[in-house]
Each structure stands twice: as structure tokens, then as C-alpha cells.
């Protein structure tokens, strides 16, 4: 059974920063693609960013390109998202999932694992 949990999610201001992480219990985890995607009510969950296997090739999001970073760390089966300069449209429920490839993947059917969310809410 994979398990992914995530962590790091709060209440915070416009301007602020947070840092979301995923930890997986996978033990092929440095083998598979990883993501981030969020929901808010009513809409389809949309991706964030996605980072291949080894961290080489990252995507994100037109969004939040200069305010987030994806990263991972394979000796600790982790995965994060920097989020600087948040915005109030920021706020979302922040799903981590894993790929079932090793490379960047951006449809959700790509996603074979998911975890269970983390609120991040930005207030104006």
C-alpha cells in the first residue's frame, strides 16, 4: 500500500511564504515521476508542478511560475513545493501524488497515488 501525506499547509497573508511537503511510502519512490496539484470547490483539481525522477525536469503552472518551486529528495522519499508571494487565489486544497512513469507527467490520469490534501489558505 503506497501512502503519501502531506504537511505544511496553513493560514497565512498575501506576500507570505509556505512549504508543503509529501512523504511517500514508496520504495520505488525515486523511480516514478511526483506532482502537485489543488482543488477549490466546484472546480476540476488542476495541476501545480511536477518533477521527474530524479529531479532533472520540472513543470509548473503558468500561475505560479517565479513563485513556487518543486523539488524532491529520493533519500528521504519526499517531495516539496516552495510557495512564495501567495496569493489570495492561492488558496486551494494541495494534493501531492505520484506519478506511474519517471517522467514529468501533466494529466491527472497519470497520477497512479494520491494523498489526502492540505489546506493552504491566503488572505488578502
Known amino acids: 500500500q503506497v501512502q503519501l501525506v502531506e504537511s505544511g499547509g496553513g493560514l497565512v497573508q498575501a506576500g507570505a511564504s509556505l512549504s508543503l511537503s509529501c512523504e511517500v511510502s514508496?520504495?520505488?519512490?525515486?523511480?516514478?515521476?511526483m506532482g502537485w496539484f489543488r482543488q477549490t470547490p466546484g472546480k476540476e483539481r488542476e495541476i501545480v508542478a511536477a518533477i521527474s525522477w530524479n529531479g532533472d525536469n520540472t513543470y509548473l503552472v503558468d500561475s505560479v511560475k517565479d513563485r513556487f518551486t518543486i523539488s524532491r529528495d529520493n533519500a528521504k522519499s519526499t517531495v516539496y513545493l516552495q510557495m512564495n508571494s501567495l496569493k489570495p487565489e492561492d488558496t486551494a486544497v494541495y494534493f501531492c501524488?505520484?506519478?506511474?512513469?519517471?517522467?514529468?507527467?501533466?494529466?491527472?490520469?497519470?497520477?497512479?497515488?494520491w494523498g489526502q490534501g492540505t489546506q493552504v489558505t491566503v488572505s488578502s
Open positions: 514508496r520504495r520505488t519512490f525515486s523511480r516514478y515521476a
Open positions: 501524488a505520484a506519478g506511474a512513469k519517471s517522467t514529468i507527467a501533466v494529466p491527472r490520469s497519470e497520477y497512479a497515488y
